[in-house]
């Protein structure tokens, strides 16, 4: 990828689990972000966390962020069948809106 | 929120011919559009930065003679694949923000086949 690399590159859980993905970038940034895209279509804009904040929770998602590692983690807790879906990372390095994204998360769901 | 509409959803041409794919806002000025494009089963990959008024700025490794940019208004950015080639096909996604600093919105993507 443009920017680096996610881990795992896949993720097969049980429904209710809960399911981390981590991300790692090359440069400094000004946000991160994470996305969600079903197979095949376009993304659905999951969350922002800003250079300046360790943590962010919306809902189900739980985005860690530390920009002495240069890491994030998605955590999506009590998953469910419809979070099946590829997760991708993407850093904005000035607040321009300019993504590069990670390799991404395949996470399989199983109901 | 605000809404990209890109056009076609899907296309399928011929080695050796063009396609326009347009990225619309509808609902906001886009100052800046960016392209990107994602091979299956692989990330996306910035292609380049479409700003109004001005030519686009390329990333790294992507050919401007093949992927002509065009930002003509603020609603309308297109790409146009030239002399395209199988090895062209992918799904192609843009994206629209406005001013610095304001949430950028992902269009639905198009996807490529070159037969």
């Known amino acids: 990828s443009q920017q680096g690399e996610e881990d795992p590159q896949a993720l097969s859980i049980q429904e209710g689990e809960n399911a981390t993905m981590n991300c790692s970038y090359k440069t400094s940034i000004n946000n991160l972000q994470w996305y969600r895209q079903n197979s095949g279509r376009g993304l659905v804009h999951l969350i922002l966390?800003?250079?300046?904040?360790r943590e962010k929770h919306s809902g189900r998602l739980r985005v860690t962020l530390d920009t002495s590692k240069k890491s994030s983690s998605l955590l999506i807790t009590a998953s469910r069948a419809a979070d099946t879906a590829s997760y991708f990372c993407?850093?904005?390095?000035?607040?321009?809106?300019?993504?590069?994204f990670g390799s991404g998360t395949k996470l399989n769901v199983k109901p | 929120g605000a809404v990209v509409s890109q056009h076609p959803s899907w296309v399928i041409c011929k080695s050796g011919t063009s396609v326009k794919i347009e990225c619309r806002s509808l609902d906001f000025q886009a100052t800046t559009m960016f392209w990107y494009r994602q091979f299956p089963k692989q990330s996306l990959m910035l292609m380049a930065t479409s700003n109004e008024g001005s030519k686009a700025t390329y990333e790294q490794g992507v050919e401007k003679d093949k992927f002509l940019i065009n930002h003509a208004s603020l609603t309308l950015s297109t790409l146009t694949v030239t002399s395209a080639h199988p090895e062209d096909s992918s799904f192609y996604i843009c994206?629209?923000?406005?001013?610095?600093?304001?949430?950028?919105?992902f269009g639905q993507g198009t996807r490529l086949t070159v037969v």
């Open positions: 994206s629209a923000s406005g001013d610095i600093g304001s949430e950028a919105f």
């Open positions: 993407a850093t904005d390095r000035n607040n321009f809106n300019k993504f590069y």
């Open positions: 966390i800003r250079s300046n904040e």
